[in-house]
């Protein structure tokens, strides 16, 4: 139960914004980061959402996986694609460029860094500023992760969470 309004109501009846709302100026500091993400980055729609849903599903959180299910399928990535997603890296049918993203979401989730190999593949393709950008969407995404599954956010009415596909 959490108390809203001097009224208390069962966790999985509120909605996300009820809940981040109680701390206001953190909640909008973070919106800044993620609209920022949302639409003003260098790195490529299909890269940021590769990176987003793979840092999702290693942290098993089902907001940030199920909303960004959504956004990666409206901008193009397919259905298999998805599946491979979550496989990782080592799934059959990435190009190297898409491989190389998801393994540097891996390195940072279970080592905190990047390896020299991963980051020279990476460097292949990406600019400088788009380097930046997704060791930052990593910590950002995995952030959003943490906060959503300790807050145990609810999963909005009519998403599918981690069974999203």
């Not at 959180?61 to 397919?78: D, L, M, T, Y």
């Not at 190297?96 to 905190?112: I, N, P, Q, V």
């Not at 145990?152 to 999203?164: H, S, W």
């Amino acid at each position: 139960m959490v108390v809203v309004d001097g009224v208390q109501k069962p966790r999985e009846d509120l909605d996300c914004l009820e809940i981040l709302i109680r701390h206001s100026e953190l909640y909008l500091a973070h919106l800044g980061v993620g609209k920022q993400f949302l639409s003003g980055c260098d790195l490529s729609i299909r890269d940021r959402e590769l990176a987003i849903l793979r840092i999702g599903w290693l942290s098993q959180a089902p907001f940030e996986w199920g909303s960004h299910v959504v956004i990666a399928k409206r901008n193009g990535i397919s259905a298999e694609e998805i599946e491979w997603v979550i496989e990782g890296s080592s799934a059959p049918g990435w190009n190297k460029h898409d491989r190389a993203t998801l393994r540097a979401m891996e390195e940072l989730h279970f080592d905190s860094m990047i390896t020299d190999e991963t980051w020279a593949d990476l460097a292949e393709t990406y600019s400088d500023r788009e380097l930046i950008e997704l060791t930052v969407i990593a910590g950002q995404y995995k952030t959003v992760a943490y906060m959503q599954n300790s807050l145990r956010l609810p999963i909005p009415k009519g998403k599918q969470g981690l069974d999203a596909r």
